[in-house]
């Protein structure tokens, strides 16, 4: 068989898988959105769940999940921004380094319902916190952190060396030229990570269930002080996302609809997810032309 | 297989007569862990001139050049004496940020910052606390123009230094380095990435910049050595061989380590 042939049917196959991947996932969307989005309306984004039935919309548990979402990322990007520095350029190569990426490993390789448990048992049990947006959000910050610090970790270290001598060279200090010249050019794929992972966070149930809850609260939108009790940015009170809603719908909703309602609230899910992916690639792009002021 | 030369057979002039020397090493060893990879260096250079650093690959050239600014710190172990107006700047307790804001460096692959023309000129500046507009625009101006870079780029300070061609680059690592006004210039084959236009331009601006800064310059072309530098090194292995004025290195060898090197039957 000639080299020619061989590339040829080498060729092929792969472009089979590709289609192959490509087929199912355009299959799996199409699926999704043609089974929910018609029963998606403006109501059943703002309204309110039945607690009982499962029933009605879900304005809540949307505001829940982006609420979720914010105080995650707000806990995970400081300490994962910190440590992925501290990896990428300060962390000697020892046993001491090694350990830690062999811990970061594990944790990222921990099942999310096993994450969800353990807030469980610590914070809403141990502490005595209860089902809260901010013991959801502790939990998702373990689940988060491994896949953060690895992000950006392989965007600094994909910042050529030469770039740091050059920094050093010009008799700035090592964290002036990490912070002013290495952090800039790696920033667009250090956010394309982080709008990434708010898209695995938008999404993730397992963790939620034992430490956000299941129950969403009807919340008084006009109280927008966080240490009202019927504030809806309370951290301390219980917050249902829609994956956790979506979860539940299926598993012991009553509703008489609950399939149309669980494959209304998966679309818009799943809707929101996509979102999170364009704006990744968006945002990284836009970032790149900025820093480096090229058009 | 490789001729062995006599490391006690050296030539190397002080030069310390009728000029003063802008730096100068005494005893300079450096080890990479147990790699010796440069013995008993003692070399004065002229202030005002262009001092050439020759030799093969491996021979030690870079080791040396970055032991001047101390960008081998944390990388190899340096001994021996620095001395930079009467300081050995490579005691542990000087001040490197400092030290290399006086002894800048340009390095063999153009290493712009992925930023604008004038942000890569400006930013170190603003770092080390010039923040008035006028003199970072005089500074961007003055230094483009020392680094024979002004008229290509203009009118295009603020478009991205990536977009520059190759010998645009590295004329702009010479400005950001200029821009800081040192006394010390170290290249270290700056020339070696760029086509042999490029190449020129580069020449031409180090010649007019040895008025205002002392230049050393490692290189492995040879015509480029004879046509810039006022005297020039040999190195072999880590040891400095010979070190004398360009011209009579290139007509008269002192040892048979460095005719045979000029002379292309080298090894
Ligand atoms: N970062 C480093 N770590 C360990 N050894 C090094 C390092 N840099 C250089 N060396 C060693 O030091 C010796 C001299 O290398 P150096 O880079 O100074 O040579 P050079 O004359 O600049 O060569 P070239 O012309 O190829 O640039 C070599 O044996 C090299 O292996
Ligand atoms: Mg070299």
């Known amino acids: 068989m000639g080299a020619k042939r061989t590339d040829f049917i080498a060729t092929v196959i792969i472009n089979l898988i590709v ?19 018609p029963h998606v309306s ?16 879900i304005g809540v548990q949307l505001f829940n999940s982006f609420y979720l979402l914010v105080l995650t990322m707000l806990i995970s990007i400081p300490i994962s921004l910190g440590a992925g520095i501290y990896l990428a350029e300060y962390a000697k190569d020892n046993w001491r380094t ?96 982080i709008v990434l992972s708010a898209g695995r966070v938008f999404g993730e149930a397992a963790a939620l269930i ?38 539940k719908v299926n598993t012991e909703g009553l509703a008489s609809n609950a399939s149309q309602l669980s494959a209304a609230a998966s679309a818009v899910l799943i809707i929101a997810v996509l979102l999170f992916n364009l704006g990744a690639r968006v945002l990284g792009n836009f970032l790149y032309r900025r820093v480096t002021a090229s058009k | ?46 202030k005002n001139q262009i001092t050439a650093l020759i030799g093969a690959s491996g021979s030690g050239k870079s080791t040396y050049l970055r032991s001047l600014n101390r960008m081998n710190d944390g990388i190899a172990t340096v001994t021996g004496k620095i001395w930079y107006h009467d300081v050995d700047i490579n005691e542990p307790n000087v001040n490197i940020y400092e030290i290399r804001r006086h002894i800048g460096m340009v390095f063999q692959r153009p290493n712009p910052f992925a930023k604008s023309i004038r942000e890569n000129i400006v930013y170190a500046l603003k770092a080390n606390g010039i923040k008035g507009k006028a003199e970072l625009e005089e500074r961007v101006e003055t230094s483009l123009k020392g680094a024979a870079l002004w008229d290509e780029v203009k009118d295009s300070l603020d478009k991205s230094a990536l977009a520059l061609s ?32 490029s190449t020129v331009k580069v020449e031409e601006t180090l010649l007019q910049l040895q008025k205002k800064y002392s230049i050393i310059i490692v290189t492995h072309n040879m015509q480029q050595a004879a046509r810039v530098s006022s ?37």
């Open chain 1, 19 to 37: 289609a192959a991947v490509v087929g199912i996932l355009i299959f799996l969307l199409a699926y999704i959105l043609i089974a929910g989005l």
């Open chain 1, 42 to 57: 403006w109501s059943f984004l703002t309204g309110t769940t039945d607690a009982f039935s499962g029933a009605g919309g």
């Open chain 1, 98 to 193: 090694s350990l830690i990426r062999s811990a970061i490993e594990v944790l990222s390789s921990l099942p999310s319902v096993v994450v969800g448990l353990f807030g469980f048992l610590l914070f809403v049990v141990k502490f005595k916190i209860g089902f809260s947006v901010i013991s959801g959000a502790i939990a998702l910050t373990f689940f988060n952190l491994p896949l953060l610090t690895r992000n950006i970790e392989e965007s600094l270290s994909a910042v050529p060396r030469n770039q740091r001598e050059a920094g050093l060279s010009l008799g700035l200090s090592k964290w002036k030229t990490e912070i002013g010249i290495i952090l800039p050019v790696a920033l667009p794929g250090i956010v394309t990570g």
């Open chain 1, 210 to 247: 034992y430490t956000a809850g299941q129950s969403a609260p009807v919340t008084n939108f006009a109280d927008w002080n966080p240490m009202d009790a019927a504030s809806p940015l309370n951290p301390f009170r219980p917050a249902e996302t829609l994956a956790v809603h979506i979860w």
């Open chain 2, 1 to 46: 297989m490789l001729k062995q030369y006599s490391f006690e057979k050296t030539a190397v002039q002080t030069f310390a007569g009728n000029v003063s020397l802008a730096m100068r090493t005494e005893n300079l060893q450096v080890f990479y862990g147990a790699n010796h990879a440069m013995h008993d260096a003692d070399l004065g250079f002229p």
């Open chain 2, 166 to 197: 190759g010998g645009q680059q590295q004329r702009l690592c010479i400005a950001r380095s200029i821009a800081m006004e040192p006394d010390v210039l170290l290249l270290d084959e700056p020339c070696s990435a760029l086509d042999p236009i």
């Open chain 2, 231 to 267: 005297q020039c090194a040999f190195f072999h292995l880590g040891h400095v061989m010979e070190y004398t004025p360009t011209a009579t290195m290139f007509s008269n060898p002192q040892i048979p380590a460095t005719q045979d090197y000029i002379s292309g039957s080298f090894g």
